[in-house]
């Protein structure tokens, strides 16, 4: 079994959840582009960008400044830092894709 980073089991954690909730997640790489988020989040009616840090990671000044373009450009951009603010953010979006309810994830 390949050794996994303290971040790349955060990604895990979350491509695992997404797919058992028949979801997709897609892990970008951006050309000529500093700072993107890692991963796209796909649910039914939730289309979600998740940058996963380690517990004690940082986000740097490039990262914030392309989070605040894309936010400011109507994407959901979220920073989950942890096992288990991934987890709760999974859930929640989860539980929002099933209630059919909207635009109101953020």
């Known amino acids: ?3 996994m980073t303290p971040e790349g089991k955060v990604v895990a954690l979350i491509k695992k959840r997404v ?3 028949g979801g997709e997640v897609r892990k970008c790489a951006w ?3 500093r ?3 890692d991963l796209l989040v796909m649910l039914p009616g939730i289309h979600a960008w998740i ?3 380690t517990e004690t990671g940082k ?4 990262q914030a400044r392309e989070h605040v373009r894309m ?3 109507g994407c ?3 920073v989950v830092f942890g096992e288990d603010q991934a987890q709760a953010l999974v859930s929640h979006l989860i539980s929002v894709s099933r209630s059919g309810v909207e635009e109101q994830y953020a």
Do not use: F, M, Q, R
Request: overall charge negative; some cysteine.
């Open 1 to 3: 079994e390949p050794i």
């Open 19 to 21: 797919k058992e909730a």
């Open 31 to 33: 050309e000529n582009c």
């Open 35 to 37: 700072g993107a988020p």
């Open 51 to 53: 940058e996963a840090k």
């Open 59 to 62: 986000l740097g000044p490039h």
């Open 71 to 73: 936010s400011s450009a």
């Open 76 to 78: 959901k951009v979220y």
